[in-house]
Each structure stands twice: as C-alpha cells, then as structure tokens.
T-cell receptor, first 114, second 108 residues
Framework: DGGITQSPKYLFRKEGQNVTLSCEQN?????MYWYRQDPGQGLRLIYY???????QKGDIAEGYSVSREKKESFPLTVTSAQKNPTAFYLC?????????????FGQGTRLTVV | DAKTTQPNSMESNEEEPVHLPCNHS???????IHWYRQLPSQGPEYVIH???SNVNNRMASLAIAEDRKSSTLILHRATLRDAAVYYC?????????FGTGTSLTVIP
C-alpha cells in the first residue's frame, strides 16, 4: 500500500541532544513538508521541499534542519538550538507543489525533551 | 499570509447535518479552499477542496460563496466518527496555511 510513514511514533530525548525524525513516502510525490503542532494549536510549517536536493524554510525553521537526498525521504533534525522542541511533528507530501492537489499526512511523531 | 477564520468549536447531534463555516476574506483569485480533519494524536486527513463551484464527494460537500470570501463544509449525516478538528485552509502560493480549526463534537 502507498503511504507516508513517520517513525518513531514517540521519542524521548535529553535536553541539549540533537534528534532526527524520519519521514518516508512511497507515493512518488515531489513535494514534502514538515509541520509542528503544539497542544490546542494548528499546524505551523517548519520546512518544505519541492524536489530532491532543494528545500525552503517555513515560518518556524529556526533550530531545525532537513535534507532531501532522495525523493522518498525527508528527515527532520531537531537541534539543541531549538528552545522548545517538545511538540507533535507531522510530515506531509503531495504530488505537485500546486494548489489543486491534496496532501497526505503521516501519523506524526510526538517528541518529548526532558 | 492568507488567513482563515473558523469558530473554535461546534456541536451536532448524531445523524443530523453539520455546517462548518469558514471566512477567508483575503482570498485571491487563484487560491484553492481545502478542508482537512484531524483526530487526536493523528495526522490530518483530506476531506475536500474547491476553487469556485460547489463540490461533492463521498465524505462531504463544500459550498463556496459567490464572492469566495467564505465557504461551508457540509457533513450530511454526522456520525460519532466525524468528531474531529476541522481545518479550513487556503492553498496559496506554495504553502498550506493551517489555522486553529473547529473542534466538532457529535452527541449520540
């Protein structure tokens, strides 16, 4: 079955450590996105990518980094520079970086930094 | 940034229709209106989208005002499984902009 997979579902890290969240899709989608969601809030865009080896900052990119070495993979690293990393992280993909298309979301990774 | 405004919460009785409103007064001529819904601790799920004309699919209907400054998502018969947060989003430029959405409670 085609889909978008995030792993792990839950992640715990100590303060000051970098951590990488995985996002893989087998939908052959060009565009991929990372969002952050805090309790009771909507989704805020961290980074997005339209093609391999290219990505753009979203509204809240500070303290995060990404790579897009393969079309199907878009990992997100939460660095120690991110001041409030505890959140629910969602990855999404879509066919084209265009308006008349639906996005597919993964099931999310809940990161807790202690 | 393109913005949408939705009520924070709504309630509906089971098996009754639900009309979820959304205002998007800053919409531009080429922006698509998208709706997604999210269950607790899950990723958002696509519901429907449209540009100018009303749209129907197996999940819902989307009614778009003639001036496109507002739209309404219609669930024809609410079920308990429809309880979720519903997001009205403008697909503008190259990004999806999510607001805080409407939390729908379905009463048995």
């Amino acid at each position: 079955d085609g889909g978008i997979t995030q792993s792990p579902k839950y992640l715990f890290r100590k303060e000051g450590q970098n951590v990488t969240l995985s996002c893989e899709q087998n939908l052959n989608h060009d565009a991929m996105y990372w969002y952050r969601q805090d309790p009771g809030q909507g989704l805020r865009l961290i980074y997005y990518s339209q093609i391999v080896n290219d990505f753009q900052k979203g509204d809240i990119a500070e303290g995060y980094s990404v790579s897009r070495e393969k079309k199907e993979s878009f990992p997100l690293t939460v660095t120690s520079a991110q001041k409030n990393p505890t959140a629910f992280y969602l990855c999404a993909s879509s066919i084209l970086f265009a308006r008349n298309t639906e996005a597919f979301f993964g099931q999310g990774t809940r990161l807790t930094v202690v | 940034d393109a913005k949408t405004t939705q009520p924070n919460s709504m309630e509906s009785n089971e098996e009754e229709p639900v009309h979820l409103p959304c205002n998007h007064s800053t919409i531009s001529g080429t922006d698509y209106i998208h709706w997604y819904r999210q269950l607790p601790s899950q990723g958002p799920e696509y519901v429907i989208h449209g540009l100018t004309s009303n749209v129907n699919n197996r999940m819902a209907s989307l009614a778009i005002a003639e001036d496109r400054k507002s739209s309404t998502l219609i669930l024809h018969r609410a079920t308990l499984r429809d309880a979720a947060v519903y997001y009205c989003i403008l697909m503008t430029g190259n990004q999806f902009y999510f607001g805080t959405g409407t939390s729908l409670t379905v009463i048995p």
